[in-house]
């Protein structure tokens, strides 16, 4: 075929730390280019940019012009470097983290851009790992049991801190200033179709599985208003009407075909979030295939034609996935966050020179150490709560610990020890899937972690179960872009052009029996642990204790 008769999509991921673009063939998707713009304000933590007011413990936040940048800067490189004309692009999709929330006016406009609420932690966007919500999703959590509330058990019995409701009850009563300004309340998911069409929508996902959106409704405002009288309406501040994934959400302003070069009237599609459209990108839309997306967090995506109450599950949304499926999302808050926190505190100094000297970083460098171990050498086991836990416990006051320690242990036996921590986590959540009657059929992965084959065989090994692999390092912007392909028309639905344009490798790595006998023998005392900590008392009196000592 004609190059220049192609027609091409655009797919832009909105991560934790930056944003990628990728041009992808509609035909078949084929990724001809791609950029990344690192966030200039990357995660705020600590202090809030420009007034330099601190943020307490736990808070995470980011800012919309780093977003933004990601469209002026990474799409255009991404169409340069490809060689393809803007007018062969047919339509652009876009993903991002959630629940990854901000105020806005009724215009869009985020009211951390108002000069006079610039200074208010509140008035920006709260990223997903913005964890400091947790004493109001508790409060959520108990009252909702408390009443009965039906979409409790779509959510495994409890929501998470990360989520819309927890965190807009958090901004109600820690500036209600704030909270009155906001006249939306907008996954940034949302937000930046928004910033692309000029028209506001509401994507069926994020309202699904963050908004507490189930069987049409928001949660009433009877409900609302006995955790806070101040409260009932917040729902107004959501979008009433959503959208299903894959649709037309708009299309491109000139103002946004200035930022990406990209030609105005292009379809933009409905917004997605990062885990659910890497599905799509795997070809991983049948029911019972799971896609763990691995990279700083894992995401567990799942469609399946049945509905379940699974235990501790992030939630199943109908059509949250795929249209015509139910959408079950589980995931672990902290994984390559863990294996980064370790390389950066915990490391000594001389393996920093070895890794140096051998061209390799300090994570390949632990890995080939103790990729050398028999399994259970190491003499330690530990519980992959360092970043909370998402799965199967929903708790984000959890902390995480190694267990077992000697003179003797070495760093690559603690960072060996952490990567079987987040496979065992891993073999929680299917464990607790199939327990409620849900088959997981096959396990995908997806994600930057899969760039260690050590820790694959590993998650092999423990989940005794064949890894398929997906075949795209970008399998977020890849997923949007076949959203995009989907809304300009291109295919008649999700599905058929997960079949054209997804790609995976199906039993990429396969367990082997000696070290999965082993591995059981370690994810019992796993289970042993987790079971005892489960309930927080001592962790919640740790992190009592710490939030005192900061204060
Ligand atoms: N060789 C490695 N082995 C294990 N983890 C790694 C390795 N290299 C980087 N990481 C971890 O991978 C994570 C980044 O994953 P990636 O998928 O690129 O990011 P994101 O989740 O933001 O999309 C970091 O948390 C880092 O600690
Ligand atoms: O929670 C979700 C999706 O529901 C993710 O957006 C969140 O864990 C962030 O994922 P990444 O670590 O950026 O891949």
């Given at each position: ?90 339509g652009?999709g ?152 894959g649709g037309l959400a ?17 379809a933009v599609a409905v ?212 959203h995009a392909a989907v809304a300009a028309g ?62």
């Amino acid at each position: 075929m004609n190059v220049d008769n192609e027609r091409y999509v655009v797919g832009v991921d909105f991560g934790t730390l930056s944003g990628r673009a990728v041009v992808v063939r509609v035909a078949d998707g084929a990724e001809a280019g791609s950029a990344v713009h690192e966030y200039a304000h990357r995660v705020i933590e600590d202090r809030l940019p420009g007034t330099g007011a601190r943020l307490g413990a736990d808070w995470a936040l980011q800012s919309p012009q780093d977003w933004r940048e990601v469209l002026r800067n990474a799409v255009p490189q991404a169409l340069a470097v490809s060689g393809v004309s803007a007018s062969q692009v047919i339509g652009i999709g876009t993903d991002f983290t959630a629940c990854t929330v901000l105020p806005a006016t009724a215009q869009g406009l985020p009211l951390c851009e108002l000069p006079e609420l610039r200074g208010r932690p509140h008035a920006w966007p709260k990223l997903w790992k913005h964890h400091s919500a947790q004493p109001y999703a508790d409060r959520i959590n108990a009252l909702a049991e408390r009443r009965g509330e039906s979409w409790l058990p779509r959510y495994g019995g409890r929501i998470s801190s990360e989520w819309e409701f927890a965190k807009g009850l958090q901004v109600l009563e820690e500036d209600p200033e704030v909270y009155g300004r906001a006249e939306r309340w907008i996954e940034a998911a949302d937000w930046i179709v928004w910033e692309l069409t000029g028209v506001e929508s509401r994507n069926v996902c994020t309202a699904g599985y963050k908004g507490i959106h189930q069987d049409g409704a928001y949660p009433g405002d009877d409900f609302l208003a006995e955790l806070n009288p101040a409260f009932a309406g917040f729902a107004g501040k959501l979008g009433r009407e959503l959208s299903p994934l894959g649709g037309l959400a708009g299309r491109l302003t000139a103002r946004a075909a200035g930022w990406t070069g990209l030609p105005e009237g292009l379809a933009v599609a409905v917004g997605n979030v990062d885990a659910h459209v890497t599905a799509v990108a795997a070809d991983a839309v049948r029911s019972g295939q799971m896609v763990a997306i691995m990279g700083t967090s894992t995401c567990h995506v799942m469609p399946s034609d049945r509905l379940a109450e699974v235990p501790g599950m992030c939630g199943v949304v109908r059509d949250g996935i795929v249209p015509g499926l139910w959408g079950y999302e589980a995931g672990q808050s902290g994984v390559g966050d863990i294996f980064a926190w370790f390389v950066e505190t915990s490391v000594p100094a001389s393996y920093s020179r070895e890794a140096g000297s051998r061209g390799i970083t300090v994570h390949e460098y632990l890995t080939e150490l103790a990729a050398a171990q028999k399994v259970g050498a190491h003499g330690l086991v530990a519980l992959d709560w360092h970043n909370g836990n998402r799965s199967v416990l929903v708790d984000h006051d959890l902390s995480g610990m190694v267990v077992g320690q000697t003179l003797a242990t070495r760093p690559e036996d603690t960072y060996r020890a952490l990567i079987e921590a987040t496979a065992f986590g891993a073999r929680v959540i299917v464990e607790a899937f199939e327990a409620a009657g849900v088959p997981v059929e096959e396990f995908v992965v997806a994600g930057g972690l899969l760039r260690n084959r050590f820790l694959m065989q590993v998650y092999a090994d423990v989940l005794r179960r064949p890894l398929s692999v997906i075949g795209s390092g970008q399998g977020p912007a890849l997923g949007s872009a076949i959203h995009a392909a989907v809304a300009a028309g291109a295919y008649r639905d999700v599905t058929a052009a997960a079949a054209a344009m997804g790609k995976r490798t199906e039993a990429a790595y396969v367990p082997d029996a000696g070290r999965a006998d082993a591995y059981d023998r370690l994810y019992a005392e796993y289970r042993d642990l987790h079971d005892h900590f489960a309930d927080g008392a001592l962790l919640h009196r740790l992190r009592a204790i710490r939030n005192e000592g900061a204060a």
